[in-house]
């Protein structure tokens, strides 16, 4: 650990009174009421109201930003992040014009993804073929290569270059045509996957639209999808569900997820089957798929004109093998089903619940919203037959009526009539968005988002008295929660733990900052190497491994945050992150942050462009050590500091000779002061 890493650490047990053998509680949230002194009931005065709104209703302050409150008024600055579409947010739209595959549509999603399925089967082909050939350097190089890109991991440049050397000197002219049409797939696909992150991060850093990112940010947690399990489906789900219904109506968000192919993979609906299916129609028997030796390939091939997904879909498998491995569509399925009678392999389909649960429990009701294992159940078979169009990964919701329940359903109390089809969903999803269960649910959610980790009983009873009034209108509730006392009361003031993202995008937004995307895009393939190491030509950022494996890279924003505990798209659970900002504390992350800041201000992430940072040379020049020290803090928190962080802070630079030496101050120290405020407890607090 270096001095200054020891410095910044030393500072903030002592700012917080406590000691290094108590690091998990150094960021612990504000005492219990009971313990406060009366004078912190005093309002808060007009700079903390703005300081306060901008750590809340978006992502900090960047220079520059409290007097620009200031000048238009505190009550104008609010109305406007409430009405995004009266923002100007050109310069960001025009930084983001570039990543074209964001505007993929579900079936283009689809198409890409079978690309990626085709190219794998060709190396495997490859890598048997070059074992027969004994060309036994080039097919474990092929291993090597595969392995990595099942386990999310990335080999050092020269392993991937000897790989690529062996397979382009054992690969005959045509199969290094087709390794490269493989990794051109890959990267097409990992590239989308980089884009999502670089969009969420050029926008929570850049955007004018502050309020509209966080809802963006809070939607997306709420409705949570892992992309390591749906991959680039989730690029749909978060441009076309999320984004477009952040500031709606609650109710049309909720009818968009639940229309989303990413939502229908994630939480396995697009396996489930409803009971009384016809098993002629359908191709499906109820309880497990029919093993695929029940059938001729004319047979499916009859079933897939009639419009049947599951035939489809065994379709696209028979082409995509039999183009892979240059053989006929009877040879290719027969070796399916024989892969399948083989291992086992017969995909369990039948009544899934996953969706229905989640939906109540996480969704909309909560866990203590009034509904039962029947109710589960009975939704779960309304829902029978939403799934998806195109393929495993398909982005395209599709809803099959041959796989849907058409009996009578009781859901909370009320009945379903029979025949119903769609309609039957639909009608669960009405339900759920107006029950009363599910106004005190989300507003509670977003009370504890805004305001307290605690969220006040009457701010909650507030939010659902609007949300019955508008019908769950979402500016509307925020309206209620912003204009509100409790938001404004000393209590909440500073009160919550920035997460690890709102951590390192207010950095990067104190200090003036601004992403560069260019810097984490797809690498090219190496000269003279066209299909680079044929496995996988790792991209900087790739969200499609599990475990944020594919966001480690300390250099990049997104590896910063994933180190700290929150990849972007890579929560594992349908939960999505805790809202409870006191679960972000622990002493590994505060090192984690500490180091971050040290990263960040010496310019060593190189995602970001410091060129025009309010860190110089020159604005501290030739003043006091303590001068220096207000001006930085005022620069990066718009505000003064606390002063036991102040006089913490100013005890460990004069301790340390090398702050004070000279009359300037060089810009190495300028940087320092900076570290140790961006690691301080005033700024990890919002």
């Known amino acids: 650990m270096s001095k200054l890493q020891l410095t910044l650490l030393l500072t903030i047990p002592a700012v917080l009174g406590v000691t290094t053998s108590t690091l998990p509680a150094l960021a612990a949230p504000p005492a219990p009421k009971s313990t406060k002194s009366k004078a912190d009931n005093r309002p808060l005065t007009e700079d903390e109201k703005i300081i306060h709104v901008l750590n809340r209703l978006g992502f900090g302050q960047r220079p520059g930003d409290v007097e620009r409150v200031k000048k238009m008024g505190l009550k104008n600055y609010i109305e406007l992040q409430l009405h995004p579409e009266k923002i100007d947010d050109a310069a960001v739209e025009a930084k983001v014009a570039s990543f074209d595959l964001l505007k993929a549509t579900g079936m283009e999603v689809a198409e890409m993804e079978r690309e990626v399925q085709m190219g794998n089967q060709r190396l495997t082909r490859l890598q048997s073929e070059m074992a027969k050939r004994g060309a036994l350097d080039g097919s474990n190089a092929i291993q090597g290569a595969i392995t990595n890109a099942q386990t999310g991991g990335t080999p050092q440049p020269a392993q991937q270059a000897q790989r690529a050397a062996a397979i382009y000197r054992n690969a ?57 399990k749906v991959r680039a489906a989730k690029v749909v789900d978060e441009q076309q569900v999320i984004r477009p219904h952040a500031m709606g109506k609650f109710r049309d968000l909720l009818y968009a997820s639940a229309n989303s192919g990413a939502m229908m993979i994630y939480l396995d609906n697009s396996l489930s089957v409803g009971a009384q299916t016809n098993p002629q129609r359908a191709g499906l028997r109820p309880g497990a798929a029919r093993p695929l030796t029940q059938f001729t390939l004319a047979q499916l091939r009859a079933a897939a004109e009639r419009g049947q997904p599951f035939p489809k879909q065994v379709l696209d498998r028979v082409e995509a093998r039999a183009k892979a491995e240059n053989i006929t569509a009877e040879e290719a399925f027969k070796k ?40 589960v159940t009975e939704v779960a078979r309304c829902l029978t037959g939403w799934g998806v169009k195109g393929g495993r990964y398909s982005g395209e919701f599709e809803f099959h009526p041959f796989l849907h329940d058409k009996g009578e359903k009781t859901v909370l109390g009320k009945t379903i009539p029979a025949g119903g089809g769609v309609e039957d969903g639909k009608m669960v999803l009405d339900m759920l968005a107006s029950h009363p269960s599910t106004m005190r649910f989300i507003s509670t959610k977003l ?128 939960t999505g992150y805790p809202e409870d900002s006191s679960k972000w504390v622990s002493a590994g992350a505060l090192i984690g942050r500490i180091n971050f800041a040290l990263s960040l201000v010496d310019g060593r992430i190189v995602d970001v462009d410091t060129s025009k940072t309010v860190m110089d040379e020159t604005m501290l020049d030739g003043k006091p050590l303590a001068t220096q020290v207000d001006t930085v803090a005022k620069t990066l928190l718009g505000t003064d500091l606390t002063p036991a962080t102040r006089a913490t802070l100013l005890k460990q630079l004069e301790a340390d000779k090398d702050a004070t030496k000279g009359t300037g101050v060089a810009v190495a120290e300028t940087r320092k002061i900076a570290s140790l405020l961006l690691g301080s407890p005033d700024f990890q607090r919002r």
């Open 447 to 574: 009370c504890r988002r805004f305001v307290s980790d605690e969220p006040p009983a009457s701010l909650v009873d507030k939010c659902v008295a609007t949300w019955k009034r508008t019908d769950g209108d979402i500016p509307s509730i925020m309206a209620t929660i912003i204009n509100s006392p409790e938001f404004f009361s000393r209590a909440a003031y500073k009160a919550k733990i920035k997460s690890p993202f709102e951590f390192v995008v207010s950095a990067v937004r104190a200090t003036g900052a601004t992403v560069n995307p260019v810097s984490a895009t797809q690498q090219p393939a190496p000269a003279g190497q066209p299909f680079a190491a044929a496995g996988r030509q790792a991209p900087v950022i790739n969200v499609f491994y599990g475990a944020g494996n594919g966001q480690s890279n300390p250099r990049l924003l997104s590896g910063q945050i994933a180190i700290l505990g929150e990849p972007l798209f890579n929560y594992g659970f349908p």
């Open 336 to 375: 399916i089903q024989t892969a399948q009678a083989g291992g086992g392999q017969a995909q369990k389909l039948g009544l899934n619940e996953n969706y229905a649960r989640e939906l109540m429990e996480l969704h909309t009701l909560g866990v203590d919203g009034g509904y039962t294992q029947k109710d």
């Open 172 to 228: 005959t002219p045509e199969e290094r045509k087709e390794l490269e049409e493989s990794r051109m797939a890959r990267a097409k696909v990992n590239q989308a996957g980089a884009q999502l992150v670089l969009n969420k991060l050029v926008r929570a850093v850049e955007s004018d639209r502050q309020l509209y990112e966080e809802m963006v940010d809070f939607w997306s947690n709420h409705f949570n999808i892992d992309a390591t």
